[in-house]
């Protein structure tokens, strides 16, 4: 069992940035891929970026490339969003998940979800 926590939301001006961090539980937490999503009201959830369960792959979406990195210390059983040069666009609840399949960009592929942390981007 995996428990996830996200944290580091908050209203930012455009152009700024955010980290958010992804807390888990559970001493297997280094086996899971974990997956950044995003849902903005009224639109389904979308990926962001994944990272590998070692953290030697990453992937992040076209909308977010160049702007937002994803990162993690297995060590501190945490992964992280890095998000820069945010734009009104980025306006989500932001949700961190674990999948022990691998990296998806499926939401159907993770097993464990975060309760999810509102970003809000103000023009």
């Known amino acids: 069992q995996v428990q996830l926590v996200e944290s580091g939301g908050g209203l930012v001006q455009a152009g700024g940035s955010l980290r958010l961090s992804c807390a888990a539980s559970?001493?297997?937490?280094?086996?899971?891929?974990v997956g950044w999503f995003r849902q903005a009201p009224g639109k389904e959830r979308e990926i962001v970026g994944t990272?590998?369960?070692?953290?030697?792959?990453?992937y992040s979406a076209d909308s977010v490339k160049g702007r937002f990195t994803i990162s993690r210390s297995n060590a501190k059983n945490t992964v992280y969003l890095q998000m820069n040069s945010l734009k009104p666009e980025d306006t989500a609840v932001y949700y961190c998940?674990?999948?022990?399949?691998?990296?998806?960009?499926?939401?159907?592929?993770?097993?464990?979800w975060g309760q999810g942390t509102q970003v809000t981007v103000s023009s």
């Open positions: 998940a674990a999948a022990r399949s691998g990296t998806s960009y499926s939401t159907y592929s993770y097993d464990f």
């Open positions: 990272i590998s369960s070692s953290g030697s792959s990453t």
């Open positions: 559970g001493r297997t937490f280094r086996s899971y891929a």
